[in-house]
């Protein structure tokens, strides 16, 4: 099973909501915007009038209507989630949960930590079971598979506890790049948090999914990783969510994501 950083999309991982394509059901947009969140009305009104707000693409008029599932929303350029049935949920996933909504051999998985909803959602992503941090959990099929495809370039930041004293020259040999078994691996950026003793906390930031990348990639520079922590996924940080909790995303979080993936 692919673990630590491993990040796969199948089309069948993925299940679009029920009904994903239901016949239309247009409503004023003012309502659904009012709905999602965005002020009264009247508000959503004034932004529809300031040309705020548009429709797959085109700017919205006051008395245009829209179908809160099927039209792409956006307000100030950043797409507006309407659709209820979508759920986008932050986890922080503690160390020896291993990164699978059901283990056949009944480990503690992330499905544990879930709390009680009526969607079924997926996780974005792994971690191995000794690793720790963000993984982000939703039934939206279409952006989570943007998030781990490659092409788009999602930014991944690790928090790594590594043996210390740290090389001057360990920033710049990641920076440029190390050989691994199946192929080469760079960071898009490195720097040393703190260090203590023996012990030192480094930050790095990659776009890589290949399976154990973080660790494989310290072991190739001769310093194996005892602590790994993902920090933060795209937009999306970890924060002070502890560890084994979860909380719904928001909608400038959402709106952000998909941002990230060019929608």
């Not at 928001?250 to 941002?259: H, P, R, T, V, Y």
Request: proline content about 6%; overall charge neutral.
């Amino acid at each position: 099973m692919p673990s630590a950083d491993a990040e796969q999309f199948t089309s069948s991982a993925f299940d679009a909501p029920p009904d994903a394509q239901p016949p239309r059901n247009p409503e004023r947009l003012q309502k659904i915007l009012a709905a999602a969140g965005l002020g009264s009305r009247r508000n959503c009104e004034r932004m529809i009038d300031e040309g705020r707000v548009t429709v797959n693409g085109k700017e919205a008029t006051l008395g245009d209507k829209a179908d809160a599932v099927r039209d792409a929303i956006h307000v100030d350029g950043q797409r507006l989630v309407t659709d209820t049935r979508l759920v986008y949920i932050a986890l922080n996933k503690p160390r020896g949960v291993v990164s699978t909504m059901d283990d056949e051999r009944g480990r503690n998985a992330i499905a544990d930590l879930v709390p009680n909803i009526d969607a079924r959602v997926f996780h974005v992503g792994r971690l191995d079971a000794e690793s720790e941090g963000l993984i982000l959990l939703t039934n939206d099929g279409g952006l989570a598979h943007k998030l781990m495809h490659p092409s788009y370039e999602v930014a991944k930041t690790y928090q790594v506890e590594i043996p210390g004293p740290v090389p001057r020259a360990m920033g710049r040999q990641l920076k440029a790049g190390v050989t691994l078994e199946d192929g080469p691996v760079k960071v898009d950026s490195f720097r040393v948090v703190d260090a203590y003793g023996k012990v030192a906390l480094v930050e790095v930031v990659l776009h890589e999914g290949r399976n154990h990348i973080v660790r494989r990639m310290f072991d190739a520079v001769g310093f194996p990783v005892q602590r790994l922590i993902r920090t933060q996924i795209g937009p999306i940080r970890l924060g002070d969510l502890r560890p084994g909790r979860t909380r719904h995303l928001s909608q400038a979080e959402i709106g952000a994501l998909f941002k990230a993936v060019g929608e």
